[in-house]
């Protein structure tokens, strides 16, 4: 009897690690960076992974939903406005970034009344990868009024924005020519090159 005893605990042992070791694998690859970040900012792995569990089950009850075709195209266009404006003013630029970023967040469903680590928290869910583009941004936004920001911080912050927008769209570069093109300026790298010792352009 002792023997069937340790057995069965030790089969119960093996799944349960097996388990967690499947949980521990899923919100890796869901959470992507930001699963080593929460590890980092809690005092163990199980309460770091009982948070991202907990950040699943917030955004399972909203009613996160993609855009609709001529959304997209809105916004899209919207974006090129903003980055052609970029060139001539770029820290409204970068503000008109931070809120049409946030309106498409509104429109795909993410509350925005909550504060800005409530909104991060939300999207790590499904955009785990791209939160530190949306962090960076985020810092250089708020250093706009102050005039504290470089106008290379401020085309880094417009960079980092892209990374979000394109990802909260649904929608990635078409072609090598799109891709290789400044998502602050809209210029290829080629003349990106050439423009370098002046990010902004002028």
Known sequence: MAVI?????????VAYLALRHQLRSRLRERFGPEYE??????????AAEQELLAREER?????????APESRQTYAARWTEVQERFVDAPGFAVTEADQLVTVVMAERGYPIEDDFEQRVSDLSVGHGDT?????QAHEISGRVATKKASTEELRQAMV????????LLG????????????PATGRDDQDERTSRRDPGGR
């Open 5 to 13: 005893v340790v057995v069965v605990v030790a089969i119960a042992a």
């Open 37 to 46: 970040r929460t590890l980092a900012g809690q005092k163990n792995r199980g």
């Open 59 to 67: 955004v399972a009850e909203l009613d996160i939903r993609p855009l």
């Open 131 to 135: 939160l530190d583009h949306y962090r």
């Open 160 to 167: 980092h924005y892209r990374s979000l927008f394109e990802e």
């Open 171 to 182: 929608e990635s570069p078409t072609n090598d020519r799109a891709s290789r093109r400044d």
